[in-house]
């Protein structure tokens, strides 16, 4: 017999499934809790820390990595459905001090 719900790749099925997003960076589809959540104001990226933020959304990995995958395909226009320059400068400044905190905590 078929469960109800809906199926996810290599993920469970059921009401215990967890949401899946993919990054825009690296296209990775991951868990939506693994990935940070970012919202259009006006022509500025910013990063959606609580998840509240109205507007649609892009998830994109903890990582500058990925973020300048994403710069460098211009993944944030066709994400955010726009036809213009977007400025990511407060997501960057976002994981880099997240990417600073990290390391703070790391013992040499």
Partial sequence: MRQHGKLEYGGPVGPHAAPQRTCVGCRVRTAKSELLRLVLVEDLVVP??????????ASLHHSLGCLELAE?????P????VQRTLDVSR??????????????????
């Fill in 48 to 57: 959606d820390l609580r998840g509240r933020l109205s507007g649609r959304g």
């Fill in 72 to 76: 460098r395909r211009r993944a944030f």
């Fill in 78 to 81: 066709r994400a955010f459905r």
């Fill in 91 to 108: 997501v960057r400044a976002h994981l880099e001090e997240e990417n600073q905190e990290m390391s703070c905590r790391t013992p040499s």
